[in-house]
């Protein structure tokens, strides 16, 4: 019964590491869903972003295309970014890495505005009616 557990046990460590190791493997190639922490408060923004096997990122920040790079599980981005809100364009810095659990946490900075940031992948929600097809919901409420 011993050498049972501690053969249960062994697989549980080596399908947990290979669950992270997948995660850090895919990086941040996909949709997030970004928590800004502002001196107004929160501001949400979705992002698509691919890596080319040099690293290099694309995509998109809300309507805005952008370019930076991800290496070694560290994200750099560095776009020229308009706000309405502030009414001004300049540019906007996001840098930070990859967590164990497959989020981004790190800085942002934007004219004279800085903080900090959150970002994880979109929940999905199922098509009324069933099927496979599913639907990014970042506003849900079921985290």
Known sequence: ??????????????????AVAQTQEKGIDGKWHFVLETP??????????????EGL?????GG???SGTYKDGKLALDFQFTSEEAG?????????????????????????YNGTYKATRP??????GGGAD?????QSNDR
Do not use: H, Q, Y
Request: charged fraction near 25%; glycine fraction near 10%.
């Open 1 to 18: 019964m011993r050498r049972f557990l501690i053969i249960a046990a062994a697989l549980l460590c080596f399908a947990g590491g290979r």
């Open 40 to 53: 107004g408060g929160e501001r949400e923004v979705d992002a698509d972003f691919t890596v080319n096997s």
């Open 57 to 61: 990122v694309t995509g998109k920040w």
């Open 64 to 66: 805005t295309d952008v």
């Open 88 to 112: 001004t364009t300049a540019a906007m810095k996001i840098d930070g890495k990859l967590d164990e659990n497959a989020a981004l946490t790190g800085d942002w900075s934007f004219s004279e």
């Open 123 to 128: 929940l999905t929600e199922p098509v009324p």
């Open 134 to 138: 599913s639907k990014p919901n970042p």
